[in-house]
């Protein structure tokens, strides 16, 4: 198997409505499944160091299917190195379930970061109270402690794109 699907593009490939970015992600089919859903929402893909697997790890690649040619993605060697290249850190939200505001409040713009934590843990304390005003959840009625990463990710993109979509 190639891996010249893992070398990150040198060009944009398309201007991003929004940035998903995955502080320290842990499972592959995870990472993968929200590539594709990124390729799917014209959204960028930021990996923030370390990860759990290799970046050529072969359910990554399964998961994201045939799309990973088409997705526009980035590594970053920790989140102050991802943080210094956001051009307005008050358009970055925070999604945890320990927040209070409600993703269904929130007014997100075309080049909004989304950040999302580790699966395992999620994003520290520390960071969420760093960013309080702009961390965000996504209400839960059942009797579930989280969403998937993939899906929690799904809900937050293509809730930033039905609040846009009347701009495209």
């Not at 893909?45 to 759990?52: C, E, R, S, V, Y």
């Not at 965000?136 to 009797?143: A, N």
Request: hydrophobic share 35%.
């Amino acid at each position: 198997m190639s891996d010249d699907w893992a070398i990150e593009p040198k060009e944009e490939r398309y201007k991003a409505l929004f940035h998903c970015v995955l502080f320290e992600p842990e499972i592959p089919q995870n990472t993968g499944n929200i590539g594709r859903t990124c390729v799917g929402a014209q959204s960028h893909l930021h990996l923030i160091k370390p990860f759990k697997f290799e970046i050529t790890d072969r359910n990554l690649k399964r998961s994201g299917l045939d799309y990973w040619p088409h997705l526009q993605w980035k590594t970053h060697d920790s989140y102050g190195d991802w943080l210094s290249g956001v051009e307005n850190p008050n358009r970055v939200f925070y999604f945890s379930k320990k927040a209070e505001k409600s993703l269904f409040d929130t007014h997100f713009q075309q080049g909004d970061s989304f950040v999302f934590g580790p699966e395992t843990r999620g994003l520290s304390e520390s960071l969420l109270e760093a960013h309080d005003a702009q961390a965000i959840q996504i209400p839960l009625y059942g009797p579930i402690r989280s969403l998937n990463l993939a899906t929690a990710v799904a809900v937050g993109l293509f809730e930033g794109l039905r609040q846009i979509r009347s701009d495209h």
